[in-house]
């Protein structure tokens, strides 16, 4: 139980492009979803909080512009990153808010030629 | 401070030694503390759930949750090669897992053969 996935799990995109990932909660339904980031060898980084059918609440410093994030249902989160650059490229990582705690998708590589 | 200290190894080990992972934590109102195991380029797999003090033994896991003292600990009996990951400890409040966790920064291990 408790298993969470994400779509792709790796994308390569030219810059100017937008790309969405989509994180799906698959035995469980989510009020709430998280989207993190990771760069190498680093810890996550929360960069917003996604709850089913309200507006997401992003971190400081995270521009909601550009990383628009959209709960539409309680199994399904999305996030699209608008316009990429090469700074985007990062290990992108959604987690479910289930019974006890988060659980977490296997993660989407980001690369932004 | 950072609210969640933990330090980032590296940590080697041979197999079959008894690994201890630890962490501190600065929130005395952190009710609830997490282990996540992470492999490279893929997503935390959470290892262990504890709430308020105590320990909680999952197999060759153990995680220990001391309160008075704000220390959070991960025993690892019997290590394998397989075990060899980031480990990362998170805490949050009380109340539903929809609360944001904080992660300490992972402790890479190398479990050898």
């Known amino acids: 139980g408790a298993v969470v996935s994400q779509h792709p799990s790796r994308v390569i995109c030219k810059s100017g492009t937008s790309v969405k990932i989509e994180c799906r909660s698959l035995?469980?339904?989510?009020?709430?979803m998280f989207w993190y980031r990771q760069f190498p060898k680093k810890s996550l980084m929360l960069m917003a909080t996604?709850?089913?059918?309200?507006?997401?609440?992003?971190e400081q410093g995270v521009e909601k512009d550009k990383f628009l994030i959209n709960h539409a249902s309680l199994t399904l989160s999305t996030l699209t990153v608008t316009s990429a650059h090469p700074e985007d490229s990062s290990f992108y990582i959604c987690?479910?808010?289930?019974?006890?705690?988060?659980?977490f998708g296997p993660g989407t590589r980001l690369t932004v030629l | 401070q950072k609210e969640v200290e933990q330090d980032p190894g590296p940590l080697s080990v041979p197999e079959g030694a008894i690994v201890s992972l630890n962490c501190t934590y600065s929130?005395?109102?952190?009710?609830?503390f997490m282990w996540y195991r992470q492999y490279s380029r893929k997503g935390p797999e959470l290892l262990m759930y504890?709430?308020?003090?105590g320990n909680k033994e999952d197999g060759r896991f153990t995680a220990q949750v001391d309160k008075s003292s704000k220390y959070i600990s991960l025993f690892i009996r019997d290590s394998q090669p397989s075990d060899s990951a980031t480990y990362l400890c998170?805490?949050?409040?009380?109340?539903?897992?929809?609360?944001?966790?904080?992660f300490g920064k992972g402790t890479l291990l190398t479990v050898n053969p």
């Open positions: 998170a805490t949050r409040l009380s109340g539903g897992s929809n609360y944001k966790l904080t």
């Open positions: 035995d469980f339904q989510a009020t709430t």
């Open positions: 987690s479910a808010g289930g019974i006890d705690t988060q659980y």
């Open positions: 929130n005395s109102a952190f009710q609830y």
């Open positions: 996604s709850n089913e059918g309200s507006k997401a609440t992003y």
């Open positions: 504890t709430y308020s003090s």
